[in-house]
């Protein structure tokens, strides 16, 4: 029995009451806060960690002079300890195309933050993995022996997209897919965006229009006259389109490529340019025979126009070969999509009076007036139309 | 899904940015004092070795419980989880890490776990002093008075006649006896020197909490001062204090107590009562660093602050709808005298007849008494009449 009261008298210490114990502990348990930048840098990760400086004290004694307070001198003295301590308990491995890599980190950057429950050290580091991840496993032990309750709140950035995961003793590892997107996905993102672009781009839409209005008709001592057949039309259409898209998916690749490159500006001028010359073609015809040159010279600017909205989706290396075929593919079907919707029409209404002397010059001075309105607004840059 | 509505939280709450200090002598964090820590270094290494040596691990995981408990920080019981996790892992654990590790759950607010690892440990050793008496303050805070007295009543024969008896007038006091149960642990005062301080304390804590529902606010005050002087950085303590200030309008005395306390959550939401209340300055700050701390729980799912919360809902924002929200789900896990008031308090100010059935429901199955709680004499009237 004395035995046993010695033993109860030492635990009184640590205190039995339940109300005790509801009141002391209202505080928040430890985590850290872990978040790796994946993609801008390429092969090096950029990592921020956000470690509480108890726990650091608990685990390395900062506190060195003993007065129960730690200073940032103290904090910076003990900067290699704690780069060590945390470093090596995190463990980053980088999946590329076929390979994987351990990614070694080094601390670039001791600093100091605030936090609800009190101030934590902030660890910046570079790992690098030597290779381009298109998945990185996390490995995380911070703490776990000394305090199975730890836990690391990860948070991966890659591609202006996060993701984020909670570490802990029983789940130390995280896996995390930092590609932009799996690759057909990326296909058919860009196909998406480029069907999305030439249907909302009414600079493209109208300039397919004033090729394709003339396709069904031929120009004669008495203005345009209809075709006879529509063989004859749509091989007239198949040769502009064709000419059109070849000029714009050269001019696009060089651009995408960086081997050329316009000012925006400028090509967006020269794009409303395009539509202004093809409109008064059509009223005033110059060039009636070989229309497909006219297509491909003026698809030639509309691809750097194409290139510049490619520009502003981001694009990465490894992507972007995938990406720009996508984005290309979609063009195409968008254009098909218009010359489907508007072929069989002009066809069915091509010798009626209606449209070869009042459709087709209304509609042309109709293009002319607003291309030249978009010209005037895009060479002052008064706004982009 | 939840870890990433979890991450937009933790974004949202760290807003400033990292910085490198001015002066190398700023001071970042105040931290246990290293000697404290230092003096622990022998049994660390013992409770390491190989083989392990078990009396160290126990003893170092009742030190850091110990820390934790001075300092708030719940770090330390995971340290004091850390150090019997090896024994905790045996097939056949050893009955006294399971009542230490049920102490550690308690902290942690895990009070099913708890008793859950103490009536393992009963099983194997039926006299287990400590793990009857931590088993009674389980089943008081509970509110499960019969079972709490009979758990007490096993200590008469297992530790000492005086832990037996402050254990048992405890429950009854809260149990329909609560003039008489003052008068005996009072009259139980003469005594023996060479108990250990700790239990002088829990008398005198248990006795301020009786004599504070007896209504007689000057014998609580006096046992409290009592205490403190023995134990003067206890947090559980002081709240109970600053409890008693504020009760009786005395704010200013409240902020003067509770003065560089603002670590410790339970005391600063006291301090932001304080400050509310007297119109200070310093009360936006605190209430900012407050309502930080009470969303950086709620995002990481932790629980333990209902009371809490219900106080800083009533008593600062005056929201009694979202106050009696958290008064309710706390009153759910744990059923001491301050859950029982802000939960009279908040189902009176919220105009809840649901609720106040409820209340009077427990009053008149437990007599429970407190006449330092005023919303509580609303809820006893109604039901008494049916």
Redesign the interface.
């Known amino acids: 029995v004395r035995r ?2 010695a ?25 850290s ?1 872990l978040s790796l930048d994946v993609g801008a840098s390429g092969e090096i990760v950029r990592g ?1 960690w ?1 470690i509480a ?3 650091l ?2 685990a390395l ?3 060195t002079n ?1 007065d ?6 103290e ?2 003295a003990a900067r290699g300890r704690i780069a060590d301590y945390a470093l090596t308990r995190l463990t980053l491995e980088a999946v590329g195309r076929g390979d994987r890599n351990l990614c070694p980190a080094r601390l670039t950057e001791l ?9 934590y050290a ?1 660890l ?1 580091f570079a790992a690098d993995c030597a290779l381009r991840p298109v998945e990185l496993t996390v490995h995380y032990r911070l703490l776990f ?6 836990r690391g ?1 990860l ?1 991966v950035i890659s591609n202006d997209h ?5 570490l802990s003793r029983e789940t130390p590892l995280a896996t995390v897919n930092v590609s932009a997107t799996g690759n057909w996905q990326e296909f058919t993102a860009f196909l998406g965006e480029g069907i999305w672009h030439i249907l909302k781009g009414y600079d493209h839409i109208l300039f397919l229009l004033t090729l394709l209005f003339p396709a069904v008709v031929r120009y004669g001592r008495e203005g345009w006259e209809a075709r006879e057949s529509l063989r004859d039309a749509s091989l007239d259409v198949l040769r502009v389109v064709t000419a059109f898209t070849l000029a714009h998916s050269l001019t696009l690749s060089l651009a995408v490529l960086g081997l050329v490159h316009l000012p925006a500006r400028w090509v967006e001028s020269a794009i409303a340019l395009t539509v202004l010359l093809g409109a008064l073609n059509n009223l005033r015809p110059v060039i009636v025979g070989r229309r497909w040159v006219v297509a491909f010279a003026f698809g030639l600017v509309h691809g750097f126009g194409f290139a510049s909205v490619l520009a502003d989706l981001g694009l990465h290396g490894t992507s972007l070969a995938l990406s720009l075929v996508g984005f290309n593919s979609g063009v195409e079907i968008g254009q098909l999509l218009i010359v489907l919707a508007v072929l069989p029409l002009a066809f069915l209404a091509r010798r009626t009076l209606l449209y070869r002397r009042t459709f087709m010059p209304a509609g042309s001075v109709a293009i002319v007036l607003l291309a030249a309105y978009w010209l005037v607004a895009r060479v002052t840059g008064a706004g982009l139309g | 899904m939840a870890a990433a509505g979890l991450f937009v939280l933790a974004a949202a709450t760290a807003v400033a940015s990292p910085y490198v200090p001015q002066d190398d002598a700023s001071i970042l964090e105040r931290v246990p004092a290293r000697s404290d820590l230092e003096r622990l270094a022998p049994l660390r290494a013992a409770a390491a070795a190989s083989p392990p040596n078990l009396e160290a691990s126990l003893a170092l995981a009742t030190a850091y419980v110990g820390i934790g408990r001075r300092n708030s920080d719940p770090r330390f019981i995971a340290y004091a989880q850390a150090a019997l996790l090896p024994w905790l892992a045996q097939a056949r654990p050893p009955e006294r890490a399971l009542v230490l590790q049920a102490i550690t759950l308690q902290y942690l607010h895990r009070f099913d776990a708890a008793l859950t690892l103490l009536e393992r440990a009963l099983e194997r050793e039926p006299l287990d002093p400590q793990a009857w008496l931590t088993r009674a303050a389980l089943l008081e805070l509970r509110g499960d008075y019969p079972a709490a007295r009979r758990a007490c009543a096993r200590l008469v024969r297992t530790a000492d006649e005086f832990s037996s008896l402050t254990c048992l007038t405890s429950v009854a006091g809260r149990n329909g006896e609560l003039a008489a149960s003052f008068a005996r642990l009072r009259t139980a005062g003469e005594l023996d020197p060479r108990l250990p301080a700790a239990l002088r304390t829990w008398r005198l804590a248990v006795m301020a909490e009786m004599a504070g529902r007896l209504g007689d606010d000057q014998a609580a005050e006096a046992c409290l001062r009592a205490a403190l002087r023995a134990e003067g950085d206890d947090p559980y303590l002081k709240a109970a204090y600053a409890d008693l200030l504020l009760r009786t309008d005395r704010s200013r005395e409240a902020l003067a107590l509770l003065a560089g306390s603002e670590a410790q959550d339970p005391l600063l939401l006291r301090l932001v009562i304080a400050a509310h209340r007297l119109g200070s300055p310093q009360g936006e700050r605190w209430t900012q660093a407050y309502d930080e701390r009470l969303r950086a729980a709620e995002r990481d799912g932790d629980n333990t602050h209902q009371r809490e919360q219900a106080m800083y809902l009533l008593e600062v924002r005056g929201d009694a709808v979202a106050a009696l929200v958290a008064a309710r789900r706390n009153w759910s896990v744990q059923r001491e005298p301050a859950d029982l008031c802000i939960y009279a308090q908040a189902s009176l100010r919220a105009h809840s007849t649901a609720d106040s059935e409820l209340i009077g429901h427990w009053l008149a199955q437990t007599h429970y008494e407190d006449r330092s709680c005023s919303a509580l004499s609303e809820h006893r009237a109604p039901t008494e009449t049916q």
Do not use: N
């Open positions: 046993l009261r033993w109860l008298a030492r635990l009184l210490a640590a205190l039995l009451l339940a109300s005790w114990a509801a009141v002391a502990c209202a505080h928040k348990p430890s985590d806060y921020q956000d400086l108890r726990d004290d608990f004694g900062l506190d003993h129960g307070a730690i200073t940032w001198g904090l910076k600093l100091v933050d605030e936090h609800v429950d009190g101030h902030v910046r022996e000394v305090d199975p309750t730890h709140l948070r996060e993701q984020a995961a909670v």
